[in-house]
């Protein structure tokens, strides 16, 4: 997976630069109310400011101008610094939205009048091109838009969109037939249907969603949101009535004065989720981001959370679980047939073949039986290409006719020319499809001579892999059109969890159906147009960029690197930022023990000093002790903010274990870590002597 | 604390787990409708009843419908009792002929019944005849125990069901819970009541000869004792079973004619605990997951233990003011106690007491040491979760893991579920609003209270111990509890509405939103569990769960706190010349 060089550091100091800017505009309460939490905050700052002002304007303020000076200037700050972290977030977006800006630049496009390459053409502006238009493109010229390649193929520069530089192959019909707008032609040409006006393409879509200017809150932010709304205001109350508890406290005692307002509000926003309220909605666009550095786009946060919620995966065999290619690996020969001969047919008949498979029957002809490649043309031999009709292929020579396919298509060849298909080699073909392997057969003229056995390569690393997802409770499942014996071969090769064997679009659907049923997330890739119901009914669906339009709009996701294992990393990254949401809520939750025993002794010192016995970080005096805490509060936002964008660390295991570590950390770590902060920042004031 | 002290504990709390397991499954029976003895023998009561009242018993409802049952009913429950209270001089079974009681304290009195409270703004003897306690009261602390558990109920059934629009009928809830339940045991706990000397007459006093002659202050000999009587045992039985407290004297369980002796006491102790115990297997045996009934008691277990050592050591610790004056402390501090009970079983019956709903008392809390003071109040400010109230209990607690699997549920990275079922938006907003709606109360109140004059000055020890009085009253009163501080004059006009409102609050303000989860979950398909879920029945999830109860519930009352019981205790520890 390449990185696009647009993603930036933490350190780049002009997204810092732009950041602070950002934060600044958000103070705006028009922004800021939607967040319930940082927006107490400001009223509080708001109101300290407006306490300095009168305690500076009357003399006889609240408690010294200085000191709610101090407190107010901390309080805009922990505004501030949720705000900082939150654009901090979104720059990294920005950076890259400013990148694929640049790609959707405006070109002339060859609007043709009729789908053909002699039509007539009309030169016009991308942005006039509408859905339906046809566009004709040469080498070296711009997609104007996204589409669908009608007629033609080519080569095209797709870097500007996934930062591969390789170019891919485009042609029309099947399933690599679609184009981007803004990608590059690089060689020969194609015909275009317009399938997005202007506005509506991908590239349009991707630039949205990294710039978070679409972004929603997602389902489990609503409900987060309503939990620190709800703690914000018992919060409120409590801090509210401690007045009115401190004016009978005063009365009653007859010593001190009452609890300042400052030092309330200081309470206030000390107690109330500040913490996690400032990196809330830091972490869904980090994880959105997280996303999009490993080159998947999701059209939602909702579909990030989702795949943290997947407990299915269907993992398509080819590509996602084997490679592509199947390889020979051994020559079995029928009766009476030494294995030699065998292999020099098999070579005679794939020295023309360029297909993998072909290739790798001359490797293992070479390293059996040193078998050097020979020149066909040299030799008068006439090559039988591969077609779907026959579904075999080989070589004429000599008047020999050497052919290698499928069982089927050989059993007809050999019965064409009056010969059979030995018994013995019926059982090599059923050994090896229940071994997982694909048999494939090779006669000359009536003669079975033997088989090859080709087999699926399992990509490495994979067992690992499902092991982990079998830790986090997630089931993997394998589909593949091969039949069940060769599909169970390979599955437990691969370690899935389960197969679904000849699958065809419709089982692959009633499948997910199935699962969610019984109340499965399910989880899978797709390329092809009639992956498209499948993408649509599953939660989480990942397409191939390489894929169909159709397959892109039905799922959720793109991968631009169509790379169908990365389902894997899809789930952990989901998995990541609920963990992280979870892990910052719980530590800014038990920060509050530490504050109570900071602020309680000095908001009522004056009135009950014996409450000085609380006072266990020993802070040297009551502001200072008030001040410490805000200034803590504030701090720990700030250092929170690589956390938050970071991810919380990430290590596939079962869930009791990961609550067990992460309540540790961040639960107890959380009660702990305030105390000794506090009682550094109160030394520091004190030895700056304050 | 002696070795005996921690034995008494010790065996009082198993004989209480040991008891709660069957009943619990025998309740889950009973809400589940299924065969067993007790239907054989009373079925055709509840067939009869159905059929007098009209009600289809395989007819259920919607949640909100079940909420609406429930609240009419309550409502008509509290005025026939606030009725029966204004008019109770016209009508029977008034042997003193007590005059019709003063609205404010018959609207405190009527919503105090029906809510689960049993806040007695009254002196029972005094004010009540046998009518009122018998027809008004003793039905209520049925009805209200009743109406608990069936909340309490649904919302194990909106757990165990999946894609269901309805969550049971509130009238065969309410039917089953009285006959099958809270009948059987309070005939049996009333019999056993009256074997100890609890009297059970509707005679309405006795007079006695007095051992020692007293001269009153005109100089005049006193050589009689008139003593109130009435059916105590009958009130006392499902006073403790129903979490309801309400004493039929106005000293409460520490009266000889409700409480007079050491078995009786142990009875009763055993009784406010058993119902809200069993409840937690009833939820286990209902979700289908035993496990979970163990877990919700741990928790319980672990909010409570603590506190009762707390409040037993500091009782033991004695007076520090008084150990200078020569006087033997060795027995603990004894003011306030009854000589019968002593500390060890006068400390676990506040704590007890508090931690349920129940709110009797044996003693008098006003005038524990601060510390042991500290233990019952902040147990009813947890919001009544450790054990809490016949079924109340239950249903916060479960709200407070609906929230404790929301927060920490998340950092399994998994969106969060609980028993299967997802936590969405609606899910929070409703615990929300249960955890938020008594809080508000207890310190909204409390705030009036301090503001008002006239209204501090009802509490008569000015400084940080008035203070703990009218934040326990209003603590007590807005999580049902029902308990007193006493020493505040909380019959005036301001308490008696003030608190009334509260209870009402504290009450249907809690049961509406649980209904509404309990709805919300019915109709939610059930997750399938797998290793990446968030376990929620190991020890690990009863130390989240007691986690959250302390920071999500009960930080919020530590300013308060240092306020009252906690600046005493220190002033306490200096007053006797200690280091704080």
């Known amino acids: 997976m390449t990185r696009r060089p647009a993603a930036h550091s933490l350190a780049n100091r002009k997204g810092v630069a732009r950041a602070v800017k950002d934060a600044a505009c958000k103070l705006d309460p028009r922004y800021l109310y939607k967040n319930p939490v940082m927006f107490v905050v400001e009223i509080g700052s708001?109101?300290?400011?407006?306490?300095?002002?009168?305690?500076?304007?009357?003399?006889?303020?609240?408690?010294?101008?200085?000191?709610?000076?101090?407190?107010?200037?901390?309080?805009?700050?922990?505004?501030?610094?949720?705000?900082?972290?939150?654009?901090?977030?979104?720059?990294?977006?920005?950076?890259?939205?400013?990148?694929?800006?640049?790609?959707?630049?405006?070109?002339?496009?060859?609007?043709?009048?009729?789908?053909?390459?002699?039509?007539?053409?009309?030169?016009?502006?991308?942005?006039?091109?509408?859905?339906?238009?046809?566009?004709?493109?040469?080498?070296?010229?711009?997609?104007?838009?996204?589409?669908?390649?009608?007629?033609?193929?080519?080569?095209?520069?797709?870097?500007?969109?996934?930062?591969?530089?390789?170019?891919?192959?485009?042609?029309?019909?099947?399933?690599?037939?679609?184009?981007?707008?803004?990608?590059?032609?690089?060689?020969?040409?194609?015909?275009?249907?317009?399938?997005?006006?202007?506005?509506?393409?991908?590239?349009?879509?991707?630039?949205?969603?990294?710039?978070?200017?679409?972004?929603?809150?997602?389902?489990?932010?609503?409900?987060?949101?309503?939990?620190?709304?709800?703690?914000?205001?018992?919060?409120?109350?409590?801090?509210?009535?401690?007045?009115?508890?401190?004016?009978?406290?005063?009365?009653?005692?007859?010593?001190?004065?009452?609890?300042?307002?400052?030092?309330?509000?200081?309470?206030?926003?000390?107690?109330?989720?500040?913490?996690?309220?400032?990196?809330?909605?830091?972490?869904?666009?980090?994880?959105?981001?997280?996303?999009?550095?490993?080159?998947?786009?999701?059209?939602?946060?909702?579909?990030?959370?989702?795949?943290?919620?997947?407990?299915?995966?269907?993992?398509?065999?080819?590509?996602?679980?084997?490679?592509?290619?199947?390889?020979?690996?051994?020559?079995?020969?029928?009766?009476?047939?030494?294995?030699?001969?065998?292999?020099?047919?098999?070579?005679?008949?794939?020295?023309?073949?360029?297909?993998?498979?072909?290739?790798?029957?001359?490797?293992?002809?070479?390293?059996?039986?040193?078998?050097?490649?020979?020149?066909?043309?040299?030799?008068?031999?006439?090559?039988?290409?591969?077609?779907?009709?026959?579904?075999?292929?080989?070589?004429?020579?000599?008047?020999?006719?050497?052919?290698?396919?499928?069982?089927?298509?050989?059993?007809?060849?050999?019965?064409?020319?009056?010969?059979?298909?030995?018994?013995?080699?019926?059982?090599?073909?059923?050994?090896?499809?229940?071994?997982?392997?694909?048999?494939?057969?090779?006669?000359?003229?009536?003669?079975?001579?033997?088989?090859?056995?080709?087999?699926?390569?399992?990509?490495?690393?994979?067992?690992?892999?499902?092991?982990?997802?079998?830790?986090?409770?997630?089931?993997?499942?394998?589909?593949?059109?091969?039949?069940?014996?060769?599909?169970?071969?390979?599955?437990?090769?691969?370690?899935?969890?389960?197969?679904?064997?000849?699958?065809?679009?419709?089982?692959?659907?009633?499948?997910?159906?199935?699962?969610?049923?019984?109340?499965?997330?399910?989880?899978?890739?797709?390329?092809?147009?009639?992956?498209?119901?499948?993408?649509?009914?599953?939660?989480?669906?990942?397409?191939?960029?390489?894929?169909?339009?159709?397959?892109?709009?039905?799922?959720?996701?793109?991968?631009?690197?169509?790379?169908?294992?990365?389902?894997?990393?899809?789930?952990?990254?989901?998995?990541?930022?609920?963990?992280?949401?979870?892990?910052?809520?719980?530590?800014?939750?038990?920060?509050?023990?530490?504050?109570?025993?900071?602020?309680?002794?000095?908001?009522?010192?004056?009135?009950?000093?014996?409450?000085?016995?609380?006072?266990?970080?020993?802070l040297h005096s009551p502001q200072s002790a008030v001040l410490s805490a805000v200034i803590f509060n504030a701090l720990i936002i700030v250092g929170l903010i690589p956390l938050a964008l970071r991810g919380v660390a990430y290590r596939p295991s079962p869930a009791a274990e990961l609550l067990r570590g992460n309540l540790l950390v961040y639960g107890l770590g959380g009660l702990l870590l305030p105390f000794p902060c506090i009682k550094m920042i109160d030394l520091l004031l004190h030895w700056m002597g304050v | 604390m002696t070795a005996l002290v921690w034995l008494q504990y010790a065996l009082y709390f198993a004989i209480l787990v040991l008891a709660a397991v069957p009943l619990g499954r025998y309740i889950a029976r009973v809400y589940e409708g299924q065969d067993g003895i007790a239907r054989r023998v009373l079925g055709p009561v509840e067939r009869g009843i159905y059929r007098l009242a009209g009600i289809r018993a395989d007819e259920e409802t919607s949640w909100k419908q079940y909420a609406l049952c429930l609240l009419a009913f309550n409502l008509v429950g509290a005025l026939f009792v606030y009725l029966i209270q204004r008019f109770q001089g016209y009508l029977p079974f008034n042997p003193t002929h007590l005059p019709g009681v003063r609205p404010e304290i018959a609207f405190n009195t009527a919503v105090s019944f029906t809510t689960n409270t049993n806040w007695q703004a009254y002196g029972g003897e005094t004010t009540m005849s046998h009518f009122t306690q018998m027809a008004g009261l003793t039905v209520q602390n049925f009805l209200s125990a009743s109406t608990g558990m069936a909340v309490a109920i649904t919302l194990a059934r909106g757990f165990a069901r999946r894609s269901t629009a309805t969550v049971g009928s509130f009238w065969v809830d309410l039917t089953r819970g009285t006959l099958y339940v809270l009948l059987p045991l309070s005939l049996f706990l009333a019999g056993l009541l009256v074997s100890q000397g609890v009297v059970q007459t509707f005679d309405s006093s006795a007079t006695v000869s007095l051992v020692e002659p007293q001269v009153d202050a005109s100089g005049q000999m006193i050589t009689e004792q008139i003593l109130p009587l009435g059916p105590v045992a009958s009130q006392v039985a499902i006073k403790q079973l129903g979490t309801n407290g309400g004493g039929y004297f106005n000293t409460n369980s520490a009266h000889p004619f409700e409480n007079p002796t050491p078995f009786s006491n142990f009875l009763e102790l055993m009784a406010i605990l058993l119902i809200p115990a069993a409840l937690c297997f009833t939820f286990g045996a209902m979700v289908r997951s035993p496990r979970h009934g163990w877990i919700l008691l741990a928790t319980m277990l672990a909010l409570l233990v603590p506190l009762v050592v707390l409040c037993a050591a500091t009782e033991y610790g004695g007076n520090p003011a008084l150990v200078g004056l020569g006087l033997d402390q060795a027995a603990g501090n004894m003011e306030g106690k009854e000589v019968r009970f002593g500390t060890a079983t006068s400390a676990l019956w506040a704590t007890v007491t508090t931690a349920s709903s129940n709110g009797s008392v044996n003693s008098m809390h006003d005038s524990f040491t601060p510390l042991g003071g500290l233990a019952p109040m902040w147990l009813i400010q947890l919001g009544e979760v450790a054990f809490g109230g016949v079924g109340s209990g239950l249903y916060g607690l479960l709200m407070f893991a609906v929230i404790a699997?929301?927060?920490?549920?998340?950092?399994?990275?998994?969106?969060?579920?609980?028993?299967?079922?997802?936590?969405?938006?609606?899910?929070?907003?409703?615990?929300?609003?249960?955890?938020?709606?008594?809080?508000?109360?207890?310190?909204?109140?409390?705030?009036?209270?301090?503001l008002l004059p006239d209204v501090a000055a009802a509490a008569p020890n000015p400084g940080p111990h008035g203070f703990s009085e009218i934040l326990y009253a209003f603590s007590s009163a807005a999580n049902n509890n029902g308990s007193a501080f006493a020493g505040l004059d909380a019959g005036g006009r301001f308490y008696t509405v003030a608190l009334g409102i509260c209870m009402l609050i504290g009450r249907y303000w809690v049961i509406v939103p649980v209904l509404a989860v309990a709805g919300s979950l019915a109709r939610k398909p059930v997750v399938p569990p797998s290793a990446g879920t968030l376990p929620t029945d190991t020890p690990l999830f009863v130390v989240l769960l007691v986690g959250t109860v302390l920071l999500v519930g009960a930080l919020t009352f530590i300013p308060a706190l240092a306020l009252g019981p906690i600046v005493e205790h220190l002033r306490f520890a200096v007053a006797a010349g200690g280091v704080p």
Request: hydrophobic fraction near 50%; proline fraction near 3%; aromatic fraction near 6%.
């Open chain 1, 46 to 618: 708001a109101f300290t400011t407006l306490l300095f002002v009168h305690a500076l304007a009357t003399g006889m303020g609240d408690a010294s101008a200085w000191f709610i000076l101090s407190i107010s200037l901390w309080l805009w700050f922990t505004v501030f610094f949720g705000n900082f972290a939150e654009a901090m977030a979104e720059g990294r977006g920005k950076a890259q939205a400013d990148t694929l800006r640049r790609a959707r630049k405006e070109v002339l496009a060859r609007r043709l009048a009729l789908p053909r390459r002699d039509a007539p053409v009309e030169e016009v502006l991308s942005a006039h091109l509408r859905r339906g238009n046809f566009v004709f493109v040469a080498a070296g010229e711009f997609i104007p838009g996204d589409g669908e390649v009608i007629e033609g193929i080519a080569s095209v520069d797709e870097s500007a969109i996934t930062g591969e530089s390789a170019p891919v192959i485009r042609e029309s019909g099947g399933d690599r037939s679609a184009v981007t707008g803004g990608t590059r032609v690089l060689s020969d040409w194609i015909i275009v249907r317009i399938t997005a006006d202007p506005g509506e393409t991908f590239l349009d879509r991707m630039i949205g969603m990294v710039e978070g200017s679409k972004r929603q809150k997602t389902p489990n932010e609503i409900a987060l949101h309503i939990l620190l709304a709800a703690l914000t205001i018992v919060f409120l109350l409590a801090t509210v009535t401690l007045l009115a508890y401190s004016i009978y406290a005063v009365r009653s005692s007859g010593s001190g004065t009452p609890v300042t307002m400052t030092v309330l509000v200081a309470l206030l926003v000390c107690l109330i989720p500040t913490t996690i309220g400032g990196l809330l909605s830091a972490i869904g666009i980090a994880g959105m981001d997280r996303m999009i550095r490993a080159n998947v786009l999701a059209t939602s946060g909702r579909a990030v959370e989702a795949a943290g919620d997947v407990d299915v995966l269907l993992l398509d065999k080819t590509g996602t679980i084997t490679l592509g290619n199947r390889e020979a690996v051994a020559f079995l020969a029928a009766p009476g047939v030494c294995e030699q001969t065998l292999a020099d047919a098999a070579q005679l008949a794939s020295l023309a073949d360029e297909t993998p498979e072909g290739r790798s029957i001359v490797v293992l002809a070479k390293r059996r039986f040193g078998l050097r490649g020979r020149d066909l043309q040299a030799m008068g031999a006439s090559f039988v290409p591969f077609s779907a009709h026959t579904r075999m292929s080989g070589v004429d020579i000599d008047g020999r006719q050497i052919r290698k396919g499928a069982v089927d298509a050989i059993e007809r060849f050999v019965g064409d020319h009056s010969g059979q298909m030995p018994g013995e080699v019926r059982g090599i073909v059923e050994d090896l499809a229940r071994q997982g392997a694909t048999p494939l057969l090779v006669a000359e003229g009536g003669r079975v001579l033997g088989v090859i056995h080709l087999k699926d390569i399992v990509k490495g690393g994979l067992r690992d892999r499902f092991a982990e997802m079998r830790k986090l409770g997630i089931r993997t499942v394998m589909i593949t059109g091969d039949n069940p014996m060769t599909a169970s071969a390979i599955a437990a090769e691969a370690g899935v969890d389960d197969f679904l064997a000849e699958a065809t679009p419709e089982r692959k659907l009633s499948l997910i159906r199935e699962y969610q049923q019984h109340g499965h997330l399910v989880a899978m890739t797709g390329d092809g147009t009639n992956d498209a119901p499948a993408l649509a009914q599953a939660d989480v669906a990942v397409a191939m960029n390489s894929g169909t339009q159709a397959a892109k709009e039905a799922g959720n996701m793109v991968d631009l690197d169509s790379n169908p294992t990365k389902l894997l990393d899809i789930v952990a990254i989901g998995k990541q930022m609920l963990m992280t949401r979870g892990a910052l809520t719980t530590f800014s939750i038990s920060n509050d023990v530490s504050k109570y025993f900071a602020i309680i002794p000095a908001a009522f010192a004056t009135t009950y000093p014996e409450l000085g016995a609380l006072n266990l970080m020993n």
């Open chain 2, 405 to 450: 699997v929301f927060i920490a549920g998340l950092m399994v990275g998994r969106t969060p579920e609980f028993l299967g079922k997802k936590l969405d938006a609606y899910e929070m907003k409703m615990a929300s609003l249960v955890i938020l709606i008594p809080s508000a109360a207890v310190l909204v109140g409390t705030a009036m209270a301090c």
